[in-house]
């Protein structure tokens, strides 16, 4: 760990305290959609293991209807305990590393006004790497509790009363690997962010550049409203079939040989649309989530910046 933070130079917890802010705001406000998204990305999937009957969904209304005619309105917040923590954990640790990442290029190369789209790619990537490796087994357990649909249909082994249970028997059944399902598409998901913070990224500097902005002034939040959703639509219909895949190769119910017998095998039984299930309640939940967490984190980190330069001008 040491020599991780010697390599990234300036380690400041500040993005670190944003980043968990912003996770946290968007998931409580947005997380059943990702209830939806989730039961759609498996719905009428032919790769179920056999004699489990899994609900066919017709749309976003209808996954809505079916949760909570069966469970109540607290049916679509199933598993916002396990949201909260991974988006808190994810954000995060990537703004945290992501930060530290650009700090050192900086650092390299003083007389650089803005990093460009090349290195904000890069920063993007190995934040993301880092930041799936770490939070991985949290987005394994949260899956399997979002696809608790009806406890008659499996067995005890794969019926969880809570995150606890789900980690102490995906454990026992799967051992330390199975909190590592769904990695190897992670990987590509990386993709995902590192695009979407490049365009972010570049959108800023352009628009800060054009009106005669200091790279550190704060936009106004209309502005970081636009630049994130914009940013965002672009990267989800450019990667969305990997989060599809991930999602399926961590679902309890899923037989598969791994990501190229899931991939041929979807391809085979739903073909091109089966890549795309589950999109839309995808965009119309990380677009908003999205731009709550870039608004939450710009402005948390412009208040930790303010107040750190009121503190340092009181000491002079």
Aim: aromatic letters at 12%; proline letters at 3%.
């Amino acid at each position: 760990m040491t020599a991780l933070f010697g390599r990234y130079g300036i380690i400041k917890y500040e993005p670190l305290l944003a980043g968990i802010a912003g996770g946290v705001v968007s998931t409580t406000i947005l997380h059943p959609l990702d209830t939806i998204r989730t039961r759609l990305a498996v719905s009428g999937s032919p790769l179920i293991a056999a004699g489990i009957r899994r609900p066919s969904y017709g749309g976003l209304v209808d996954v809505l209807t079916t949760i909570t005619r069966s469970h109540g309105v607290q049916g679509v917040y199933r598993g916002i305990t396990l949201g909260v923590l991974a988006a808190g954990c994810t954000w995060g640790s990537y703004f945290f590393f992501y930060d530290a990442r650009k700090a050192q290029m900086h650092r390299d190369d003083p007389t650089r006004a803005s990093l460009g789209a090349v290195n904000h790619m890069m920063a993007a990537t190995e934040s993301g790497l880092i930041t799936l490796f770490l939070t991985n087994p949290i987005y394994v357990i949260k899956t399997r509790l979002c696809l608790q649909f009806g406890a008659q249909d499996f067995s005890e082994e794969k019926r969880y009363s809570g995150i606890i249970d789900a980690l102490v028997k995906t454990y026992r059944n799967d051992g330390i690997k199975g909190f590592y399902k769904g990695l190897l598409p992670g990987f590509f998901g990386v993709s995902h962010t590192a695009i979407q913070l490049m365009m972010y990224e570049e959108m800023k500097s352009t628009y800060k550049e054009h009106y005669n902005m200091s790279l550190d002034s704060r936009m106004s939040t209309m502005t970081y409203l636009s630049f994130t959703a914009l940013s965002k639509l672009i990267a989800v219909i450019t990667t969305y079939p990997y989060r599809l895949m991930r999602t399926r190769m961590q679902d309890q119910h899923h037989e598969h040989n791994g990501l190229i017998d899931m991939v041929t095998r979807t391809w085979r039984y739903e073909g091109i649309r089966g890549f795309y299930k589950g999109m839309l309640p995808t965009l119309l939940r990380v677009t908003p989530a999205t731009a709550i967490t870039f608004v939450v984190y710009e402005n948390v980190s412009h208040y930790f910046i303010e107040n750190s330069v009121a503190s340092k001008n009181k000491t002079q």
